[in-house]
């Protein structure tokens, strides 16, 4: 059985190999690999990850992973991207 955490570890690693981690890929590839137990369906109807795993990806990646609204994925920090924001357009 696996926990959120762990979810968070597979997303850095699906990160590290494929450099921008689109969130539409990650949350099915999650509900394929791991069960719905790590996701839920918004309020648009559309499936979106579990808001633990979310938490836990933000403990790993503290510093070196930004979220692109724009293109709604992420990818790890340029020396551009602003210090002291975890989110870029």
């Given at each position: 059985m696996s926990n959120s955490k762990e979810v968070?570890?597979?997303m850095l690693s699906e990160l590290k190999e494929v450099k921008n981690l689109d969130q539409e890929v990650a949350v099915?590839?999650?509900n394929q690999k791991f069960g719905n137990?790590?996701?839920y369906q918004n309020e648009n109807g559309n499936l979106a990850i579990a808001?633990?795993?979310l938490k836990e990806f933000r403990k790993l990646t503290e510093g070196m992973v930004v979220w692109g609204r724009?293109?709604?994925q992420w990818r790890f920090r340029k020396d551009y991207d602003p210090?002291?924001?975890r989110q870029v357009d």
């Amino acid at each position: 059985m696996s926990n959120s955490k762990e979810v968070a570890e597979w997303m850095l690693s699906e990160l590290k190999e494929v450099k921008n981690l689109d969130q539409e890929v990650a949350v099915y590839k999650i509900n394929q690999k791991f069960g719905n137990d790590f996701v839920y369906q918004n309020e648009n109807g559309n499936l979106a990850i579990a808001k633990g795993v979310l938490k836990e990806f933000r403990k790993l990646t503290e510093g070196m992973v930004v979220w692109g609204r724009g293109y709604k994925q992420w990818r790890f920090r340029k020396d551009y991207d602003p210090k002291d924001s975890r989110q870029v357009d």
